[in-house]
């Protein structure tokens, strides 16, 4: 196994990006059929999408065209990834994110192997640099990893040949979240730029919301943020190029594209974040009368799990504007594209 | 190596002595382990009867002093022991070094004192003093017993790791420590502000998803200790300061004419929390595979640049009186793990000097104040009379190169602890020889050639 | 790109129209009408070929026979090349089952390509047989695979390599021979 030290695994064009690189629209007359792919050369994991050009979210978002008409078949089967090994790693509990990509790589022929830290080595005290080790000596190629600590897939990226997709580490990110979330918008509006997103809620500590930060950016949508005082990074007031700060949910939402509400933890309760939940539900919720100053046919999404009657009202939950199911079904697809661009760089023999 | 019977003549180098006010070029003379002459002019020749170094182009101090170093022992050797800890001061130029009570045991009782200086004594290698702890088993809640704790040779208190979280215990300490004339070193943090705190408090954290430490976590405490200290009228010493607004609440403390005192660490007067970015302090509005570097995080975390100009300004008038290292080495598997687990503290004694040595390179601090910081001021502190090359005095001596040109290579470091930011970084000047009792304990001549 | 490159057309836009007319009247005739039959183009150059067959097909038979487009690259032998572009929706949005399909491709060469897309198709229903037809055969067979309709046999060496220039996509319909171009910048293999 190749042990790295930290400086040295990072590749030199991720370490010395050129000024040029990313973040200009590129012709999608596929020209450049010789290519290895518009994924840069070099990008082995998926880590979040700061790192990620607006070309290589295309590039997932058009893989995930193709992936969403696999899952529509009889035959929801396919070699793409056969003979891969696939783990996912899961120290915290989410059913539905892990089920996503174990059905991703299901669909594409990979071997999917489910490790969660309650049936593992871990739960008796084996590091996670030692847990990963033994995984990877088991010849795996993708590591889809969950950790409740932010940062812990970057250090294991360091220490793994493997392709390491970030499933959610503590409160900094979710980039498959984020990239199912613009898949979702795209298909319904047909595209992202200059579309009005308002992500509402707890800003500061969630991971779904700083990924969308970055991808939707990367996009060109025009994203308001709006959520308490105490979970809102200050320095987001300094920086409009990202997001605009609104000062009332009537004023995030209103004539709004896309409303993105966020899961309100409980804990932040406890940790005095917040007073009650009645009074979260009455400032900070998404009800049907907030929703009408949003633009007509405006989407509302969730991440899920969602506190019905806090963030949002049962009835806009289920309503004709929800788009929340679509989230899950597209989570497959996009899962799909992102494992099969992954897998397909990890890949030396094939 | 010098045979102690004949003598020494350090010859062809400046002298900056800041406890007399000595910035020239001169002969330094020493006999039977004590300082014997710094001349007033170059010698043309040494005398015959003693052996000459030649340090043409360097500069010779007083040695060092750091009021602030973890040695780990006993208990917890696998991270550092007296022996490696010790070696590691040597080799950064620290004749002198004051080991921190957080120890397992812990020195809350002469007991453990005693077997601390027993063992540095049987190293030999530079003079450790201990500091004793504040509150039995460094729990915060009952007072050590500090008499005792004095009479073995303890310099002060402190609970270093954890601050001194109950005031009316801190009144107690500081007003007993008067009493016996050492002053209590307190880890300023209030524990509530830094629950699960990781990294500073700012925009670096917040795009790490790391749980933010404000500077007022620290600052707060400051103000609170400074009160207590004119209530009480005890010494107070404020660890390694890190925030601006902590350095305002010592200045005025000073205005007042309380007996306060505070200290700064190589690291927090050079780094900045972009730090954790893993790119040696480069932010490229990217997260990227080396962030969440480990061997940042350390306790206060690594602040702002505004915070490190108001250091630097701090350092330079006085207001931090002196440098210290609070090297704190680990074991290489603390470091390897999630930045959440990871353990605080970066071992530093090697790397020390060529830190602040930059301050001066950018003149931002001038050469002799921060030889002062680092010699005269900490000896004050102490109330000893080392740190300098007064005639008479013990030879405690350090030798650098202020232009080497070196690269930090922790794997060629005494420490045990290898964990430091500025592995691969180059570094400007560099220690070249470190004499104790004038005796020569580190000589890099002897390990690799010198340019 | 290398500097001695040189380009011949081999098919002008008369040529391919009577090429695919051929191929079209050939299908009707092994098929023996159009009952049950569709043709199925295989992405991205093999679906333009398709529609012109069943135009030609519907303007003898005056019968519409329905056209999917397939994309094979997730059944491919060789996944890193395959992800250098992205995964295209399959549309065959009728019943393969028990009816024989007829595959369409521009180019043959190394029968990998036909060889994934046969696999994909499987997964759609079990054709009662699947046929192949391509506007060029350029040889170079890595795979036991032949077409049934070939609309002209071109013989290449490796160094060159065949573009398909279709009104459709291009604004003209051409087959050019481009010789002096090194390997791996060709076509992938077709």
């Known amino acids: 196994m190749a042990r790295r030290s930290t400086s040295a695994v990072v590749s030199t064009q991720e370490r010395k990006p050129t000024p040029s690189k990313g973040r200009q629209v590129v012709s999608t007359s596929g020209v450049a059929a010789a290519r290895p792919g518009l994924w840069s050369e070099g990008k082995r994991?998926?880590?979040?999408?700061?790192?990620?050009?607006?070309?290589?979210?295309?590039?997932?978002?058009?893989?995930?065209?193709?992936?969403?008409?696999?899952?529509?078949?009889?035959?929801?089967?396919?070699?793409?990834?056969?003979?891969?090994?696939?783990?996912?790693?899961?120290?915290?509990?989410?059913?539905?994110?892990?089920?996503?990509?174990?059905?991703?790589?299901?669909?594409?022929?990979?071997?999917?192997?489910?490790?969660?830290?309650?049936?593992?080595?871990?739960?008796?005290?084996?590091?996670?640099?030692?847990?990963?080790?033994?995984?990877?000596?088991?010849?795996?190629?993708?590591?889809?990893?969950?950790?409740?600590?932010?940062?812990?897939?970057?250090?294991?990226?360091?220490?793994?040949?493997?392709?390491?997709?970030?499933?959610?580490?503590?409160?900094?990110?979710?980039?498959?979240?984020?990239?199912?979330?613009?898949f979702t918008i795209e298909s319904h509006l047909g595209s992202i730029a200059g579309k009005k997103v308002a992500i509402v809620g707890d800003i500061l500590y969630s991971r779904v919301a700083r990924s969308n930060l970055w991808g939707l950016k990367t996009m060109g949508a025009d994203v308001t943020v709006f959520g308490p005082p105490t979970l809102m990074p200050p320095e987001l007031r300094d920086q409009p190029d990202i997001a605009k700060v609104a000062g009332s949910m009537e004023e995030a939402v209103d004539q709004a594209d896309v409303v993105m509400m966020l899961r309100i933890q409980k804990e932040r309760q406890s940790a005095g974040h917040l007073p009650s939940m009645r009074e979260y539900s009455t400032r900070f919720g998404l009800n049907a009368k907030r929703l009408k100053l949003a633009r007509p046919g405006a989407l509302v999404m969730h991440p899920g799990p969602m506190n019905e009657g806090i963030e949002i009202s049962p009835d806009v939950a289920h309503g004709a504007q929800a788009v929340i199911e679509d989230q899950v079904a597209n989570g497959v697809a996009v899962r799909m594209a992102v494992l099969y661009t992954l897998a397909a760089r990890s890949s030396v023999g094939r | 190596m010098a045979d102690n019977s004949k003598g020494i003549a350090i010859v062809g180098g400046r002298v900056i002595d800041p406890s007399q006010d000595i910035d020239r070029l001169a002969t330094v003379l020493i006999k039977d382990g004590v300082m014997e002459e710094v001349t007033a002019k170059p010698l043309a020749k040494a005398p015959d009867s003693y052996d000459v170094i030649d340090v043409a182009g360097q500069v010779v101090t007083p040695g060092f002093i750091d009021v602030h170093t973890h040695l780990r022992d006993p208990g917890e050797e696998h991270k550092e022991t007296i022996e490696t800890g010790t070696m590691a001061a040597a080799r950064g130029g620290f004749t002198t070094i004051c080991a921190m009570p957080n120890t397992v045991p812990c020195q809350d009782n002469a007991n453990v004192i005693e077997a601390v200086l027993k063992r540095a004594s049987e190293v030999g290698l530079v003079r450790v003093l201990p500091i004793g702890a504040i509150t039995v088993g460094r729990h915060g809640e009952q007072l050590a017993d500090m008499a005792e704790l004095a009479a073995a040779g303890v310099i002060g208190f402190s609970d270093d790791g954890d601050p001194v979280a109950d005031p009316n215990l801190m009144r107690q300490a500081l007003s007993y420590a008067s009493g016996l004339g050492l002053p209590i070193m307190n880890h300023p943090q209030e524990p509530a502000l830094t629950r699960g705190a990781q990294m500073n408090e700012g925009p670096i954290?917040?795009?790490?998803?790391?749980t933010g430490w404000p500077n007022e976590a620290e600052s707060s405490m400051v103000a609170r200790d400074v009160e207590l200290a004119a209530l009480t009228g005890g010494r107070l010493h404020e660890c390694h300061i890190s925030a601006r607004q902590s350095i305002d609440a010592i200045r005025r403390a000073k205005e007042r004419g309380l007996n306060v005192t505070a200290e700064a660490t190589p690291h927090h007067l050079t780094l900045t929390d972009t730090w954790v970015l893993g790119e040696h302090g480069d932010d490229n509005g990217v997260v990227r595979s080396g962030a969440y570097d480990t061997s940042t995080k350390v306790n206060p975390p690594l602040r702002t640049q505004d915070d490190v100009d108001a250091l630097i300004e701090a350092l330079a008038d006085g207001t931090i009186?002196?440098?210290?290292?609070?090297?704190?080495?680990?074991?290489?598997?603390?470091?390897?793990?999630?930045?959440q687990e990871a353990a605080n503290g970066i071992a530093n004694l090697e790397t020390a000097f060529a830190s602040v040595l930059s301050l001066h390179h950018r003149d931002a601090v001038s050469l002799p104040v921060l030889i002062e910081r680092m010699t005269a001021a900490p000896?004050?502190?102490?109330?000893?009379?080392?740190?300098?090359?007064?005639?008479?005095?013990?030879?405690?001596?350090?030798?650098?190169?202020?232009?080497?040109?070196?690269?930090?290579?922790?794997?060629?470091?005494?420490?045990?602890?290898?964990?430091?930011?500025?592995?691969?970084?180059?570094?400007?000047?560099?220690?070249?020889?470190?004499?104790?009792?004038?005796?020569?304990?580190?000589?890099?001549?002897?390990?690799?050639?010198?340019? | 790109m290398p500097e001695e490159t040189e380009q011949r057309e081999i098919l002008d836009a008369n040529e391919i129209r009577r090429a695919l007319t051929r191929v079209a009247h050939q299908i009707l005739e092994r098929n023996h009408g159009v009952e049950g039959l569709s043709l199925v183009g295989i992405h991205s150059g093999g679906i333009p070929i398709a529609r012109r067959l069943a135009a030609a097909i519907e303007a003898v038979e005056g019968t519409f026979i329905p056209v999917?487009?397939?994309?094979?690259?997730?059944y491919r032998d060789d996944l890193r090349s395959a992800a250098a572009q992205p995964v295209q929706p399959t549309e065959i949005d009728f019943d393969v089952e028990g009816r024989p399909v007829v595959l369409v491709d521009d180019v043959l060469a190394t029968g990998r390509t036909i060889r994934a897309a046969m696999d994909a198709l499987i997964d759609f229903g079990r054709p009662s047989s699947i046929q192949l037809a391509v506007l060029l055969d350029r040889g170079h067979r890595e795979l036991p695979i032949r077409a049934d309709y070939v609309g002209k046999n071109v013989p290449t060496a490796s160094d060159e390599q065949i573009k398909v220039l279709l009104q459709e996509e291009d604004g003209r319909d051409s087959v050019v021979l481009i010789r002096g171009v090194e390997r791996k910048q060709a076509n992938g293999s077709a």
């Open chain 2, 205 to 210: 954290a917040n795009r790490l998803g790391l």
């Open chain 3, 68 to 74: 999917g487009a397939l994309d094979p690259r997730l």
């Open chain 2, 379 to 451: 000896a004050r502190f102490l109330g000893m009379d080392i740190g300098t090359m007064k005639k008479g005095s013990t030879a405690d001596i350090t030798i650098f190169n202020p232009d080497l040109d070196w690269t930090v290579d922790p794997s060629e470091m005494a420490t045990l602890g290898k964990h430091t930011p500025l592995a691969g970084t180059q570094m400007k000047g560099r220690v070249t020889t470190t004499i104790f009792g004038g005796k020569v304990i580190w000589d890099i001549a002897a390990v690799a050639p010198i340019g």
């Open chain 1, 45 to 182: 994991h998926l880590l979040d999408l700061d790192e990620m050009s607006r070309t290589e979210i295309e590039e997932i978002l058009r893989n995930a065209d193709g992936m969403k008409e696999v899952l529509s078949r009889n035959v929801r089967k396919t070699p793409a990834l056969r003979g891969k090994t696939i783990i996912t790693l899961f120290f915290e509990n989410s059913t539905r994110t892990r089920v996503s990509f174990e059905q991703a790589g299901k669909v594409l022929g990979a071997d999917v192997i489910n490790v969660t830290a309650s049936s593992s080595s871990v739960s008796k005290g084996e590091s996670l640099l030692n847990t990963i080790r033994t995984l990877e000596s088991m010849q795996i190629d993708v590591l889809v990893m969950r950790h409740p600590h932010s940062g812990a897939p970057y250090f294991v990226a360091n220490h793994i040949d493997a392709a390491v997709i970030n499933a959610g580490d503590g409160t900094h990110a979710h980039p498959t979240q984020a990239l199912l979330d613009l």
């Open chain 2, 321 to 339: 009186d002196l440098i210290a290292t609070d090297h704190a080495p680990h074991a290489i598997t603390d470091k390897l793990c999630t930045y």
